[in-house]
């Protein structure tokens, strides 16, 4: 073998090894996505516990303004259903909506 073919193959070699080392050290990192939905007594907690964190955590409602008032709410439960086909009943919309302006909108108790 001429020194030649050797330092190619030893490049290779060590590229391979580079590339192995990098990826076991390498991490994902993945966004925070572990938000629940605040916990109540309200019915609508238990349909929005099904029918609204199947595509996405609590986060999403978390970060609504505290000042949207329910027809914000009914709008976005209804946006959630048109555009992107979240399974919820319409007899369930009014009172995922009372849950969600309730816990996160503007008629907020605590
Ligand atoms: C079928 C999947 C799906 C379901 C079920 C779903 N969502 Fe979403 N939701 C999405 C997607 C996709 C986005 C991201 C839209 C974007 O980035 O613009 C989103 C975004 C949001 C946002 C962020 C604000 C915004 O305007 O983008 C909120 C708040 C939200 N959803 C609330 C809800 C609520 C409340 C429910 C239950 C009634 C629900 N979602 C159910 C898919 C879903």
């Not at 080392?21 to 993945?30: D, G, H, W």
Request: glycine content about 4%; overall charge positive; aromatic content about 10%.
């Amino acid at each position: 073998m001429n020194t030649k073919k050797f330092g190619l193959i030893f490049l290779v070699m060590m590229f391979c090894l580079m590339g192995s080392v990098q990826a076991r050290t390498k991490s994902i990192e993945l966004p925070p996505d572990g938000v629940s939905l605040k916990p109540s007594t309200l019915p609508g907690y238990e349909k929005a516990l099904t029918n609204c964190v199947a595509c996405h955590s609590a986060e999403y409602m978390q970060y609504q303004p505290p000042t949207a008032a329910r027809p914000y709410w009914e709008n976005m439960v209804k946006r959630m259903k048109q555009v992107f086909k979240a399974p919820i009943e319409e007899s369930d919309i009014p009172v995922i909506v009372d849950y969600l302006v309730k816990v996160y909108g503007n008629e907020k108790t605590d």
